[in-house]
Structure formats: structure tokens, C-alpha cells
């Protein structure tokens, strides 16, 4: 059985299309990634799969349970770590899991077993107010509050945006083990780059999903040839390429252009460009990576609000 089934979801906020037709199902044990901006519907989402926000249309389920008729049985077998810190600033590390395990009848130590390689890193902080942690550290707690109830399924949305790039290693580091304890994981993230972190990923954008599939199997379908292009003035560089009619898109990555040819060659490229004036120009084929697949499939499928 697949933990989570998602078909044909359609949300509005007066009249603003914020989801439109999401199906995708998650397996058991998976750790599933939603990847796209700020925007894309990724909180709308999660907050309908958690059952705080009701869909206009389509169903879901979460380990077989309906997200409205078994709302309580499903609020008792998730854990849900908010995008935004979620926990009591006030309290500290140990009164806000102690907080956590009561609302759901427990306490800390019956569970401690599957909290306690992340809870260890946090137990020489255990007085301090969540308020004065790190990200890192908050991070890490929220995950402990979302699990101290044993959860079978997982909603992390947005977990590592605003933490530094050693807390977002360690963090899916964790998440891997949680997994390999059978855990059911939906993540969410702005960052490409976590991609490869997830079993699989759906790439959404403007509240609609625009491809599912492993990191690879996405790669895989890049449907074109892609040059990563330098010259010494990159400025002039973009909007002489952009004039040039042998591009199909153009866009800036990192201090390349990342270019597609409009057929599959580009030889005059380098000619045309030394006409212009250019120098120090290099100019590569590369493999696309998940953000060139994301402008990609960005620029066939546009914008939903646009329609
Ligand atoms: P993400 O989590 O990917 O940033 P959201 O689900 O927060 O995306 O937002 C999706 C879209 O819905 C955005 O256009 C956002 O402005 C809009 N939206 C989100 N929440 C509300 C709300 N409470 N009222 C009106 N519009 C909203």
C-alpha cells in the first residue's frame, strides 16, 4: 500500500489558484520530495494533507485514511514540522518536548529510542529556550517534537531553508535513518541541490506539479543540448546571446550562461561572439542538472495564474 495518495487536489484563496490538480502517491518508506520556490503551493499542501485546510476538490489519503471523513485517525499517525518555527520560544529544549509528548498521551521516555541520536545532540542545551537556539538546533528540535509520538509518516516542510549547510547535511543524514526505520517521509524544499537527497522528487511550480520521477530519470529527460557559456563581460554577454537567434533559452547560473541552441548546433556561436567584441570566452556542453530541468520545464509549462 502507497502511504500517501494524492489525486486531482484543486485549491483556491478567493479566486487565487494556489493548487491545481496535484496527484502523486508515496510509498511506504519513501522519502518523497516536493521541490520548487516560494509560491509554488508547497505549505498549501502540506497543510491539506495534514488535515488543517480543506481542499475545493479531488481526495487524498494518508496510510488509507481519508484527509477529511478520518481526520483524527490520520492527526494521530503524522508528525508535522511547520515551515516556520513551530515550537514554544518561551519553553525550553525539555519543556517543549515534554509539551509535545503529552498532547499526543506519551511522554519522552517511551520514545526516546527513536529520538535519541538527534535528541543527544541537543541534551547539553536542554535548558536553554528554543528561542535562543541556533537554526540548526531548532531544527533539530522541531524534528524530536514531530516524532515523539511515533510517527508512520512524516511532513517536513521546509526543514533546512534558512540553515546553514552543515545543519542541512546532518539533517537529512537523519532523515535517512529515520527512513531505514520505516518511516514515511514528504519533504519540502527551495533547494535544487536537495534533490538528491530523495528517493524521488515532483518539481512544482505556480501550484502545479510539472514532473515526477527519480533525480536521474528527470535528468535523463532534458530534451535538448545545454552550453555553459563565460566570456570576460558577462552582462554584455547575456544580452548579446539573447540577440544572437541561435538560443532558446538563456538564463544566468552561478557565473555561466546556461544556454539551449534552437537546433543542435552551435558553431557560429563563438564567432559571433568575437565580432561582438568578446574575449575570454569559453564555451562547454555540459549535463543538465535539477534546476536546468526545473527553467526547463518552467518555460513549456508557464504560469497558471497567466492563463
Ligand atoms: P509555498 O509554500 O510553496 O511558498 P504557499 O502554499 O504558501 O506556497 O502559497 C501558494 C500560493 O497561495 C501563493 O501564491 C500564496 O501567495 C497563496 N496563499 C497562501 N496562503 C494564502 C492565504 N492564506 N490567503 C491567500 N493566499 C494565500
Not at 126 to 147: D, E, F, I, N, V
Not at 234 to 240: A, C, G, P, V
Amino acid at each position: 500500500m502507497n502511504s500517501i495518495v494524492v489525486k486531482n487536489i484543486f485549491k483556491s484563496y478567493n479566486g487565487t489558484k494556489a493548487l491545481e490538480d496535484i496527484s502523486f502517491e508515496v510509498k511506504k518508506g519513501e522519502i518523497f520530495g516536493l521541490i520548487g520556490p516560494d509560491g509554488a503551493g508547497k505549505t498549501t499542501l502540506f497543510r491539506i494533507l495534514t488535515t488543517l485546510l480543506l481542499k475545493d476538490r479531488g481526495s487524498a489519503t494518508v496510510e488509507g485514511f481519508d484527509i477529511e471523513k478520518d481526520y483524527k485517525s490520520i492527526r494521530r499517525i503524522i508528525g508535522y514540522m511547520p515551515g516556520r518555527f513551530s515550537l514554544y520560544q518561551d519553553l525550553s529544549v525539555e519543556e517543549n518536548l515534554n509539551f509535545f509528548a503529552t498532547v499526543f498521551d506519551t511522554t519522552v521516555k517511551a520514545n526516546y529510542e527513536l529520538i535519541k541520536d538527534i535528541y543527544v545532540q541537543l541534551e547539553p542545551f536542554k535548558k536553554r529556550r528554543a528561542g535562543k537556539l541556533s537554526g540548526g538546533m531548532k531544527q533539530k528540535l522541531a524534528l524530536c517534537c514531530a516524532l515523539i509520538h511515533q510517527p508512520e509518516v512524516l511532513f517536513l516542510d521546509e526543514p533546512t531553508t534558512g540553515v546553514d549547510p552543515v545543519s542541512r547535511k546532518e539533517f537529512w543524514e537523519m532523515l535517512k535513518k529515520l527512513k531505514e526505520k520505516g518511516i514515511t517521509i514528504l519533504v519540502s524544499t527551495p533547494y535544487m541541490d536537495e534533490a538528491a537527497q530523495c528517493d524521488r522528487i515532483a518539481l512544482i511550480q505556480t501550484g502545479r506539479i510539472m514532473d515526477i520521477s527519480t533525480l536521474d530519470g528527470i535528468i535523463s529527460k532534458f530534451p535538448k543540448k545545454l552550453y555553459a557559456v563565460k566570456a570576460d563581460n558577462m552582462y554584455k554577454l547575456n544580452s548579446d546571446i539573447k540577440e544572437c537567434g541561435m538560443c532558446d533559452t538563456v538564463y544566468i547560473f552561478g557565473e555561466y550562461l546556461h544556454i539551449t541552441p534552437e537546433s543542435d548546433e552551435i558553431s557560429g556561436l563563438e564567432d559571433y561572439l568575437r565580432k561582438k567584441g568578446h574575449t575570454g570566452i569559453e564555451i562547454s556542453q555540459i549535463k543538465a542538472t535539477v534546476e536546468d530541468c526545473f527553467m526547463e520545464l518552467m518555460s513549456r509549462h508557464g504560469s497558471m495564474n497567466d492563463e
